[in-house]
């Protein structure tokens, strides 16, 4: 086995993996597997019942919130949202801190007024200060992205918004802290970084923001339709549901996402402060305050490539995998999501630390 850091698809629990394994072919004794079976037979529609009503419970989403199971990923989503939602005053507001809300926020200029509440920034290493957003009172909705996967910059507050509604992208810190659900219009969050494998995205979504859809929004991504018809109106991801569900069994059964959040801390803890004891060989470009716990990029030397690859191998070699950082930003990135265990970053900080010493004698 190899320690897989990934930023998604992720490493999973192992303990997940072997249940999933073991019912195989033979799914509590139905002598089939759940790939084979009716997404329509009780045995599937328990497990989808299931997923969402774990969703519910470890996320603490009040009643009066749908959650929704969609494909289309992360992405899909970019366009969903607004489809069923922008309309409602044909312009939304966008609060672009990386990769994937700059992406958000190109297209939903497809759809209508899509504003940013602060320029562009040139690097994605901060979060401007709220006294500096401007909001627009008329917009249907305020988005941002809590985690961004590829910068490493991840919010440590809620946006205050007068009332306008929140819509976030939570893909790469989903159930990784507890979030009052209820300061929320719409949540979403594509399940291969944090909770599955890829080709489920969970959306926990009020009730009163449903049912203002734009006349062309395809069905399948009409939250109303697929609310009406709990996430079954289609043929659902039903072996990819399955899996999710089980990870959130294993949540459970790891004190839920308060047990995640501790973990997260001391985790990302530990490899921030390899990397500010390093004397500038690790530099992390990222704020401290919005330094993610998720997704943690840096560079080695001041970005010396060779060095940054030697490191790569090195890792790779002592099992050790997918540390290399995104193609847009280049370095190291380490994600240290759910499955990823103190006893695995305490090998990362040691690697890291026995090669930055290793360097500073040679
Ligand atoms: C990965 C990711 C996405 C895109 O997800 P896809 O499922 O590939 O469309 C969107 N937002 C965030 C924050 C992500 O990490």
Redesign the pocket.
Known sequence: MVINFA??PAKLPEEVLKEVQQELTDYNNTGMSIMEMSHRGSVYLKINEDAMKSCRELLKVPENYKILLMQ?????QFAAVCMNLMGKTGSADYAVTGT?SW?AYKEAQKYGNANLVFPKPENFTTIPPQNEWKLNPNASYLYY?D???VDGVEFNFVPETNGIPLVC?M??NFMSRSIDVSKFGLIFA?A??NVGP?GV?VIIVREDMIGNAMKITPSVFDYMDVAKNNSVSNTPPTFIIYIMSRVFEWLKRNDGVEGMSKLAQKKSQLIYGTINKSNGFYTCPVDEQYRSRMNLPFRISGGDEALEKEFLQKAEKAGMVQLKGHRSVGGIRASLYNAISFENTETLNKFMNEFYEGKKLS
């Open positions: 930023a998604g289309g990923g992360g992405s899909g994937w992406k992205c985690n961004e996967t992208d893909s790469s594509g291969q970084k890829a995205t």
